[in-house]
């Protein structure tokens, strides 16, 4: 469950977005009949708002399976690579939430910066916030100098998450 605090209207705003994300993610998968995604809501009403948002912006599209004799959902060919990549950003969101008591380093230097989230036990902890902080200050570098070779006029943003998990199933 997350830990975000309820606050109207931008919390409702929030939840609609991670509703339709899981909806996304679910559908991303395979073509899904109503019945097997209201498994994962608490509320068909809100599922059916969700699903016919969707539907409406041509995210998604319904359909009648004839084998099966349902309605089915799936992502429309036009918007999988947009939700594709929407999806990626929350799986970002997501694997950092899921960091039980991170180790949390941030630095920026010349409008360039970093942030590491990490496990450690808890004596190791100071050692390694002391390898990640050289770590951010090599490659803060490194990419101030790719930045800069870049001609003047070439205004970037470059944002870049790299995601490690090599825990095993009995480790989380």
């Not at 395979?30 to 608490?42: N, V, Y």
């Not at 997501?94 to 360039?112: A, G, R």
Request: aromatic share 8%.
């Amino acid at each position: 469950m997350s830990t975000r605090k309820k606050k109207g209207k931008h919390w409702k705003k929030e939840e609609a977005e991670r509703n339709e994300n899981k909806i996304l993610r679910l559908l991303s998968h395979k073509d899904m009949r109503f019945k097997d995604l209201s498994k994962e809501f608490d509320s068909p009403t809100t599922l059916t708002g969700h699903l016919k948002r969707l539907v409406n912006k041509k995210i998604i599209s319904r359909y009648w399976n004839e084998d099966r004799k349902a309605n089915y959902y799936r992502i429309t060919p036009q918007s999988m690579i947009q939700v594709k990549t929407q999806l990626g950003k929350y799986e970002v969101i997501d694997f950092i939430e899921s960091i039980p008591n991170p180790i949390y380093i941030f630095e920026e230097k010349d409008k360039v910066s970093m942030a590491i989230f990490s496990t450690a036990p808890e004596n190791e902890r100071a050692q390694w916030k002391q390898v990640y902080r050289n770590q951010i200050s090599t490659q803060l570098k490194t990419w101030k100098e790719a930045m800069d070779a870049l001609p003047r006029d070439d205004k970037r943003k470059l944002a870049m998450v790299i995601t490690v998990d090599n825990t095993t199933a009995g480790d989380k």
